[in-house]
């Protein structure tokens, strides 16, 4: 396992964490015990329970389900933390944290992100919701001095089994904080972004994450033990076609590897592994939590909070964004960020939050008087609260693409078309950094390495008079042609900034491929020289542009090996081979009948 993965699981797993050396405290203060709880299929699940000694009163219970283990295994080992921030061991819950099915030590057989059955007919339908109520329902007959409530969190993997938790949810459930969920894992979550496959992301997890297991077992071996990655670029330079990969390490073992790339458009598979459509009626006072620079599950946190908004009428629904990278808000410390610098110590702030949301929802002690959407404002940075996200203040705002590579933010003359050669043999770099994983700061980064190649497009205003904040989605708006039968767009949103070298601070940026303009189910190849409209979202952002900077959109055509190559051929990509890639002369056009432009929520 590579040291920037183990530190990653660390940050966003209380499993993992709990590995570290035992704190005193919680063992003088609790007492833990092991059961292996049974489901209503007869599969058992291993659970670790820590009981507060203090039986002068009942406490509420507050789980995690996790697929990254609840180690440390054995009653008298105990973790170095419990609940989900600092503030919690002396709040005093009962914290029960559990190996979810066919994970670690529990029995039964694992699946990717379990698909939901909305109307179980047996025993047999088994899903995470059904788990997790017969989990609660086990622990409210057994486990005394309990006081009848229930709250549920986790962040990533384990948001996922948060968000699974709702539908048809136990009534003793009254408090839900899915952090980072991972939600849709085509559209834009962990596996692929809009079509376009996370490459470098999901081999290195599946290499640590899916070696075959025969039973129950502690820790996992890693599936590949020749896996050992000096530099991203030239490791997966060297493995394209992808393909390479499972046959050079994984040798057919990988099974979720397999599954990724044996659907690769939006088909049944990542159909019924999308919760989003099952969050309806949702009864539990709701926390989602998210950051503007989380490079696995920004979407999660975002379409969650959607999904809920449109398909519960009147929810308890509330959503958190700050400028945390995935799990960053559970840091002790979190004032700046690559080069960005907040003004404060956000993660303070939000664990101050979820600390009074389950006190308030479980105890019914304090208060909760959180916005309905709190999101902090990177530029200005500045917390602010709104009733509704996006926005309802926010004004659709358009700036144009023109020549010379200026953006237009007021409408003026529209003119032209650019163009660049988009080379498979030379990608564009993700980031320009030599390292062996992928690192979270690109979301961030200095992007004047990528405005400077022939093969990135770049647009830019003139300095601005005033400040401009944007809230909300941002959708990039291309009229194309190409040489070729398909290609990716990358749309990145930039701050220059006035200091000495005119710093290109990335603000949000996103990738369709292609292929998938129209639909993600059903792909279409371009026309080789047909002018095509491309249109495609963002994730949302909430960013103040200040007076005295400028505001740079970049377009290009690859983003490696943060996504796979695209061959530039409309071919299944996960079988292609090396003669399938080729050049590919892209133009984007912005004249008057062809106005390619960027949309954003302004607020005042």
């Known amino acids: 396992m590579r040291a920037s993965l183990i530190i990653l699981l660390l940050v966003i797993t209380t499993g993992l ?63 170095g933390r419990l609940g989900p921030n600092r503030l919690f061991p ?117 290499n640590f994450f899916d070696a075959p297991r025969t039973g129950p077992r502690q820790q996992d071996p890693p599936l590949s033990a020749a896996v050992d990655i000096k530099d991203v670029n030239e490791f997966y330079a060297a493995h394209e076609p992808i393909s390479t990969l499972d046959s050079e390490y994984f040798h057919g073992k990988g099974k979720i590897w397999n599954e990724y790339l044996q659907h690769d458009t939006k088909d049944y598979y990542w159909q019924a592994r999308n919760i989003r459509p099952h969050l309806k009626n949702i009864k539990p006072a709701v926390l989602v939590v998210g950051g503007w620079f989380d490079a696995e599950d920004m979407f999660g946190s975002l379409k969650t909070y959607e999904a809920i908004e449109k398909q519960t009428p009147n929810n308890n629904n509330r959503l958190v964004m700050g400028p945390w990278t995935h799990g960053g808000w559970e840091s002790s410390n979190w004032s700046k960020f690559v080069g960005y610098t907040f003004g404060s110590n956000t993660s303070d702030y939000l664990q101050q939050m979820e600390f009074n949301f389950f006190n308030f929802y479980l105890k019914g002690k304090g208060n909760f008087n959180a916005g309905e959407a709190t999101v902090f404002v990177t530029g200005s940075n500045q917390w602010k609260s709104f009733t509704k996200w996006p926005p309802q203040e926010a004004v659709s705002t358009t700036w144009w693409l023109n020549n010379n590579h200026s953006l237009l933010l007021n409408k003026g003359a529209v003119a032209g078309a650019d163009e660049y050669v988009s080379d498979p043999a030379n990608p564009v770099p993700y980031l320009n950094k030599k390292a062996g994983d992928r690192l979270s700061e690109y979301l961030a980064a200095d992007q004047t390495f990528a405005s400077q190649r022939p093969d990135v497009l770049y647009y830019t205003s003139d300095v601005l008079t005033d400040d401009i904040t944007i809230a909300g989605p941002i959708t990039a708006k291309l009229f194309v042609s190409m040489t070729g039968t398909d290609a990716d767009f990358i749309v990145k949103v930039i701050d220059v900034l006035p200091d000495g070298t005119q710093t290109q601070q990335l603000v949000r940026a996103e990738v369709l491929r292609g292929k998938f303009r129209n639909s993600f189910e059903k792909p279409e190849p371009f026309k080789p020289g ?3 409209p491309v249109t495609f979202e963002l ?66």
Not at 49 to 59: E, L, N, T, V
């Open 17 to 79: 964490s709990a590995q570290r050396a035992s704190n005193p405290d919680i063992k003088a203060n609790y007492t833990k015990i092991e059961r292996m709880i049974p489901m209503r299929d007869g599969i058992k699940l291993f659970t670790a329970i820590y009981i507060p000694k203090d039986s002068s009163q009942k406490y509420p219970i507050l789980m995690e389900r996790t697929p990254y283990s609840c180690a440390p295994y054995g009653e008298d080992k105990y973790p």
């Open 90 to 206: 002396a709040e005093k819950y009962i914290f029960v944290y559990q190996d979810v099915r066919g994970r670690h030590m529990s029995e039964g057989q694992f699946q990717e992100m379990t698909p939901a059955i909305d109307h179980k007919k047996s025993n047999k339908d088994v899903d995470e919701s059904s788990d997790t109520y017969d989990a609660i329902e086990w622990l409210l007959k057994n486990i005394s001095n309990n006081n009848g409530s229930v709250g549920i969190y986790g962040i990533s993997y384990p948001g996922f089994y948060a968000s699974a938790s709702l539908p048809d949810a136990h009534p003793a459930i009254k408090a839900v904080s899915p952090q980072a969920p991972v939600t849709d894992e085509f559209e834009g979550d962990d596996a692929y972004h809009r079509g376009a496959f996370y490459v470098m992301d999901n081999f290195s997890f599946d």
């Open 539 to 604: 994730n949302s952002t909430a960013h103040t542009f200040l007076k005295g900077h400028k505001i740079m959109v970049q377009i290009q055509s690859s983003w490696f090996p943060l996504t796979d190559l695209n061959p530039q051929k409309f071919t299944d990509i996960p079988t292609a081979k090396a003669s399938d890639f080729q050049k590919a002369t892209i133009h984007i056009y912005h004249d008057a009948q062809h106005p390619s432009a960027i949309q954003a929520g302004v607020i005042k």
């Open 530 to 532: 047909e002018i095509t």
